[in-house]
């Protein structure tokens, strides 16, 4: 972060109009840790504060890997804790909410999960972990593919629609 309000700046005079940060944690048995969330989200938190001073609409982007074997559930569960603890530090740091993009995972197991779950599946938990965490200010999502082919993120995709 250091240096980032110059840039944001240099970058509003050439033009952008948006940023992008993104945090990336992994699932396993025991991780993310409270800590890891805890810090990516206020990072993701100073950023995007630092982006509204320049006059940039920060993307907001905590990214769940799918690396691992974890289940639907579990993912769910991370990200349900990671979008919370993304929102709290964005209020905590008082980012103008209406001015922000959201740029979350899918919830999806992970690629190694012997236990295949339907585009229906994945769109029912993904959605409940939206309702659950995201406010309604945020005008704005856009989902990440986050290591699926362009057809599977397709029909997850058209089943959340």
Known sequence: LDGLSERCAQYK???????K??????ITSTTP???AIQ????????????CQQNGLVPIVEPEILPDGDHDLQRC?????????????????HHVYLEGTLLKPNM???????PKKYTAQDVA??????????????????CFLS???????ASVNLNAMN
């Open 124 to 141: 029912i938990a993904t959605v409940t972990t939206l309702l659950r965490t995201v406010p309604a200010a945020v005008p704005g999502i």
């Open 76 to 92: 769910q569960y991370v990200t349900e804790k990671v979008l919370a603890a993304v929102y709290k530090a964005l209020n905590d």
């Open 21 to 26: 940060w993104r945090a990336v944690l992994k």
């Open 107 to 113: 919830v999806t197991a992970g690629h190694s999960c």
């Open 39 to 50: 810090e990516n989200a206020n990072t993701l938190a100073r950023y995007a504060s630092i």
């Open 13 to 19: 005079k050439d033009g952008a109009d948006f940023g």
């Open 33 to 35: 840790s409270q800590l």
């Open 146 to 152: 986050g290591g699926q082919s362009e057809e599977e």
